[in-house]
């Protein structure tokens, strides 16, 4: 076996294990503290065991071309998996609590009557904030913001007194995010009047070369320097070829390993997500290799998918734009992923030349919610010192 399709099916393994222990978790939780009947209990074991299986069930639906059962279990399946992740972790506090408390009542040689019906209020409660918390982050997760940043630089080219760059990252164009969503983001790009659009990756997770609404939305786009884009894992996830031809439909040219000269004194470097490097059509190509080939100073814009930093390059680079993160999507996780990627969100300064950038994301991955951790656009107004 292929060692990517063992870190797959192992990784596959390993998500059905966790998934169904969480449900399990659940059920056990849902049945001591409301002691319901034996239909009720029946009723949601049988929808927890679809839950469990609705990613294989949308997968298998689009392959064989069951649209509207496919997104039925994206709805259901996804935003119960954010439902899902936040009332785990709400009980899981609640349990430890109690038995905290338990133990410091034993302790100190107190009656424990008065944890008779702290499971069921807990429960009670978690779910009231669960529901609370879905939708606040539904909302969150259909709004999208203008986030402006200013940055000062003096290797901007004589003549130029600033450049708007406009940055999309991780939109993940799936079953529950699709023309409406990217048609309301089109508009407000217009009104940002952008010199320069890029896409940080993960653009889609889903085969959508037929949808003629969303491919004219996104050509609608024309700004002065041209429209780029690299690749995110996501990209091959879905299908590399596939995304491959939807970033030409759309007009964006997609970096592999290459730079553009967008302007005198202006370009813009693109290396693949390192997901590719298993696939035949991967460069292979490095921002320091690219770099050696500009042999002209100037203002340097970095496309970089996921928001790790090249050593030796802070020295040569004015702008890395990347994304990946999605500043966690819902909190409390974004705890979580902050500890896993140094360059969490937002703009970080490296050395004395460069500024990274990582991007919440303007879409979302899996679960339509995004909580305390809101999606964005990001227009860099870049100006000369």
């Known amino acids: 076996m292929h060692h990517s399709t063992a870190a797959f099916v192992a990784f596959i393994l390993i ?4 998934y169904v222990a969480i449900h399990a978790y659940i059920f056990y939780r849902t049945r001591t503290s409301l002691e319901l009947g034996r239909l009720s209990n029946l009723v ?10 609705s990613p294989f069930i949308i997968r298998l639906a689009d392959r064989w071309g069951y649209n509207t059962i496919s997104v039925f279990f994206a709805y259901t399946g996804y935003t119960w998996m954010g439902i899902l992740g936040i009332l785990v972790l709400l009980l899981l506090f609640f349990d430890i609590t109690h038995l905290l ?3 410091i009542l034993r302790i100190i040689h107190r009656p424990t009557d008065i944890l008779l019906h702290f499971n069921k209020y807990t429960y009670l409660l978690s779910i009231t904030l669960t529901l609370i918390f879905t939708a606040v982050g539904f909302f969150q997760a259909q709004n999208v913001s203008l986030k402006e940043i200013d940055i000062k630089s003096k290797n901007l080219p004589e003549g130029t007194s600033s450049l708007r760059v406009l940055q999309l990252s991780d939109i993940h164009i799936s079953q529950t995010l699709g023309y409406n969503f990217i048609a309301k983001l089109v508009d407000q790009i217009k009104e940002a009047r952008p010199d320069l659009i890029v896409i940080t990756g993960d653009l889609l997770d889903i085969d959508v070369r037929k949808n003629r609404r969303i491919i004219e939305a996104f050509r609608s786009l024309n700004p002065p320097m041209g429209k780029y884009a690299v690749t995110g894992n996501h990209e091959y996830y879905a299908g590399i070829d596939m995304a491959i031809q939807f970033y030409d439909m759309i007009g964006f040219r997609l970096l592999k390993g290459e730079y553009v000269k967008v302007s005198d004194g ?3 470097l693109g290396v693949e997500d390192d997901n590719g490097k298993n696939f035949d059509n991967y460069s292979g190509v490095t921002e320091d290799r690219l770099l050696e080939k500009i042999q002209e100073e100037g203002y340097k814009i970095l496309l970089k998918h996921k928001p790790f930093v090249r050593e030796g390059i802070e020295d040569m680079i004015d702008l890395q734009l990347s994304g990946h993160t999605h500043g966690g999507q819902i909190f409390p996780f974004s705890l979580i992923v902050k500890t896993v990627y140094r360059y969490f969100a937002g703009l970080y300064k490296i ?5 990274l950038y990582v991007s919440r994301g303007t879409g979302y991955w899996g679960p339509p919610i995004r909580f305390l951790a809101p999606p964005e656009m990001t227009l860099f107004v870049i100006s000369k010192v």
């Open 15 to 18: 998500f059905i294990a966790i």
């Open 266 to 268: 202006i370009f813009v």
């Open 351 to 355: 050395g004395d030349r460069m500024h």
């Open 44 to 53: 949601i074991g049988i929808f927890f065991i679809a839950m469990i299986f």
């Open 101 to 103: 408390i338990y133990i």
